[in-house]
C-alpha cells in the first residue's frame, strides 16, 4: 500500500541514498536538512509497504507554491508512484497557495511530460539554470506553472 508522511531529520540516511541512486544530479542532506521544520516547507516521503521509494520538497511562500524536488527510486520509477507524489503534493500546495511553479532539465522528457499530463503548462525557459557538471553541459530549464484556485 502506498503511504505518505512528513520527512524527519531521522529519513535523512535512506532519503539521500534513494536520491543518489535515482537522480543523476542528487540534492545533498544538507538541502533536505535546511528544508525540514522551516516555515513554508513540506518535506514528505512516499512508501510502499512500509518502505521508502521517494519524497518531494515542496515550499510556500505568500501565494505561490514552488516544487523544489520530486523523486522516486530507480526501482520504482515508471509504475506511476511519481504521478500519485506530484498529486499528492499539487494537494498539499493548494491549501497554501493559488500557483504551483517548478523548473525541469530540458533533457528531463519523461518529468516534463508527467508535470503536462498532470494539467502544468510551460511559461518560460531559464536560460543555462542547471550548471555543468562532469561530463554534462550547462542546460536550460523549462518553467512549469499551474493554477491551483480552480
Known amino acids: 500500500m502506498l503511504s505518505f508522511r512528513d520527512m524527519t531529520l531521522q529519513d535523512l540516511p535512506c532519503v539521500t541514498r534513494v536520491e543518489t541512486e535515482a537522480s543523476e544530479h542528487p540534492w545533498k542532506a ?10 513554508g516547507y513540506i518535506c514528505c516521503i512516499v ?11 515542496l515550499m ?4 505561490e507554491a514552488h516544487l523544489l524536488i520530486i523523486t522516486i ?3 520504482c520509477q515508471g509504475k506511476g508512484y511519481g504521478r500519485q ?5 499539487i494537494e498539499q500546495a493548494r491549501q497554501h497557495a493559488n500557483t504551483l511553479f517548478l523548473e525541469v532539465r530540458e533533457s528531463n522528457v519523461s518529468a516534463f511530460n508527467l508535470y ?18 562532469g561530463l554534462h553541459p550547462s542546460e536550460d530549464a523549462i518553467v512549469m506553472a499551474l493554477d491551483l484556485s480552480v
Not at 85 to 89: H, S
Request: glycine share 10%.
Open 30 to 39: 544538507r538541502h533536505f536538512e535546511d528544508s525540514l521544520g522551516k516555515t
Open 60 to 63: 510556500t511562500v505568500a501565494d
Open 73 to 75: 527510486s530507480k526501482a
Open 47 to 57: 512508501s510502499l509497504n512500509d518502505q521508502h521509494i521517494g519524497h518531494g520538497v
Open 116 to 133: 503536462l499530463n498532470e494539467g502544468l503548462s510551460e511559461i518560460g525557459r531559464r536560460k543555462n539554470y542547471y550548471p555543468a557538471t
Open 85 to 89: 507524489l506530484l498529486q499528492y503534493l
